[in-house]
């Protein structure tokens, strides 16, 4: 449903993704990680069909990302989401319907559904103005659900969240990979991936490192340990050794 084949992506000398790898099938969560300015991002930004990669194919539901037909099947939470302060919750969502061209009647049924699973009826009715973060976020997942997409990616979906609105979102991810959704989420936190994720992609310095279960990462890699420590040897690896091909670590001038 979600594909990076060979996908490169360059900002001048700079080459944030190196010929990447990434499927994501229905009824799938796959959890995305990579220390801070790995490639993330720009990935799931070429997913979504916001950047053109340089080499290589995004595609959603066999279709080329930047194309209408797959951005109807995708449903995006950006890591800064974004709302209009003089719509209300449910104005703005009976925007995002509109839209995306669904039928009204069920894009009605779908809000209803959509505020009481996210715990949003006492301020829907308000000004996006005065929501608070928690709030906010729980109005930007409802907006990434309105149309039914066929696939779902979130970029850090639990920043600012507090524990009950966390909870709440986390048995959306499961609740929508159920239904048959193909769900991509980028997160820092190794703990919520560990505990929902059906496979693990890791990436560094733009390459993916390992794709795969969390049993399959640790017998690839010969590692028993939890995720947080498989995760910080094989970046941390990586990231020795490239200091030290270029030259790093005090340059070998001192032991």
């Given at each position: 449903?979600?594909?990076?084949?060979?996908?490169?992506?360059?900002?001048?000398?700079?080459?944030?993704?190196?010929?990447?790898?990434?499927?994501?099938?229905?009824?799938?969560?796959?959890?995305?990680?990579?220390?801070?300015?790995?490639?993330?991002?720009?990935?799931?930004?070429?997913?979504?069909?916001?950047?053109?990669?340089?080499?290589?194919?995004?595609?959603?539901?066999?279709?080329?990302?930047s194309s209408p037909a797959a951005r109807r099947l995708l449903g995006y939470v950006p890591d800064q989401p974004y709302l209009y302060d003089k719509l209300t919750g449910r104005e703005f969502l009976r925007f995002l319907v509109e839209m995306h061209d669904f039928d009204p009647a069920r894009g009605e049924a779908k809000i209803e559904e959509l505020v009481a699973t996210f715990e949003m009826g006492d301020f829907i009715d308000e000004l996006c103005e005065s929501y608070s973060q928690g709030m906010k976020q729980r109005v930007v997942f409802a907006s990434a659900l309105v149309h039914e997409p066929k696939a779902l990616v979130v970029d850090e979906p639990l920043v600012?969240?507090?524990?009950?609105?966390?909870?709440?979102?986390?048995?959306?991810?499961?609740?929508?990979?159920?239904?048959?959704?193909?769900?991509l989420m980028s997160t820092h936190l190794l703990s919520i991936a560990e505990e929902l994720a059906d496979r693990i992609g890791i990436?560094?310095?733009?390459?993916?490192?390992?794709?795969?279960?969390?049993?399959?990462?640790?017998?690839?890699?010969?590692?028993?340990?939890?995720?947080?420590?498989?995760?910080?040897?094989?970046?941390?690896?990586?990231?020795?050794?490239?200091?030290l091909s270029s030259g790093g670590l005090n340059n070998g001038t001192r032991p």
């Open positions: 449903m979600i594909e990076l084949r060979g996908v490169v992506k360059r900002f001048g000398a700079k080459c944030a993704v190196d010929r990447v790898n990434l499927e994501v099938r229905p009824g799938e969560l796959f959890a995305f990680l990579g220390p801070n300015g790995a490639g993330k991002t720009t990935s799931i930004k070429m997913i979504c069909g916001l950047l053109t990669p340089n080499e290589g194919e995004a595609r959603v539901g066999g279709m080329p990302s600012g969240l507090d524990p009950r609105s966390a909870r709440i979102v986390k048995d959306m991810f499961l609740a929508q990979a159920r239904a048959g959704c193909a769900v990436i560094d310095r733009g390459r993916m490192l390992a794709v795969g279960g969390l049993a399959e990462l640790r017998e690839e890699l010969q590692h028993s340990g939890p995720l947080e420590d498989l995760f910080l040897k094989l970046t941390g690896e990586r990231r020795i050794e490239s200091s």
